[in-house]
Structure formats: structure tokens, C-alpha cells
């Protein structure tokens, strides 16, 4: 069972993935490369994940196995330190492509969690 710590991480990964589904909802790549503000809002909830996904540590592959947990991190790293080289394309890719599954992982993971805490509660 993961530890709280591990619960609050999975919340932010799910939060921001659900954040970032409302700002590009109905978007077409076109759109989001000209939104500046919506680029910019989805760059940072990537980052918040990646972040959580790096504070789970180990448990990110115990709770939400088959996930490239290296690229998620590494892609983290380019997020912070070489945010210049990103392209819109594959951030919207990102967004389209990889992120759903990743936030229904997470959902599923917290949600088994929850549950084994209420089953252990008299």
C-alpha cells in the first residue's frame, strides 16, 4: 500500500493531467501553438508531474507498472533546464498520446489505495 506521501503525489500527477485536459479541451494543435497562455499553463502541469512522478521514486513502477518512468523523469529534466528546446508538437503529442494513460494509472493506483485504507479501518 503506498504511503501518504505516495497518495498526495499520485493526487498532483492526476490534478495537473486533469488540468491540462480542460485548458486543451476541443484544442487542435494549431490552436494550442498560438495560445501562449495555454502552452505555457500545460508546460508548467507537465512539470508538476514529472516532479511527482521523481518524488515517488521506486513506487512510481510498484503502483503504475509499464510506464517509461526513465523518459517521464528525463523529460522533467528538459521541462526545468533546457525548456528552450521543447517543441509544441511534441508537447501536444505528449498531452494527446501519453498523458491519458498515465493519469488513468494514477487514478487507478490512488483509488486501490483508498480502498485498502477503508478496509483496514474498523
Known amino acids: 500500500m503506498p504511503s501518504s506521501k505516495a497518495e498526495r503525489y499520485l493526487r498532483h500527477i492526476i490534478e495537473s493531467a486533469q488540468a491540462i485536459f480542460h485548458y486543451t479541451e476541443g484544442m487542435e494543435f494549431a490552436q494550442f501553438e498560438e ?14 508531474i514529472t516532479e511527482a512522478v521523481i518524488r515517488l521514486g521506486d513506487q512510481a513502477e510498484e503502483l503504475m507498472p509499464g510506464q517509461p518512468w526513465q523518459r517521464i523523469r528525463g523529460f522533467g529534466n528538459r521541462l526545468r533546464h533546457n525548456y ?10 505528449i498531452v494527446r498520446n501519453d498523458l491519458p494513460a498515465l493519469c488513468a494509472q494514477a487514478q487507478a493506483a490512488l483509488e486501490k489505495s483508498l480502498e485498502g485504507e477503508n478496509r483496514e479501518q474498523p
Open 84 to 93: 528552450d528546446s521543447i517543441e509544441e508538437d511534441r508537447l501536444f503529442e
Open 35 to 48: 495560445d501562449r497562455k495555454t502552452y505555457d499553463a500545460v508546460e508548467r502541469c507537465l512539470q508538476r
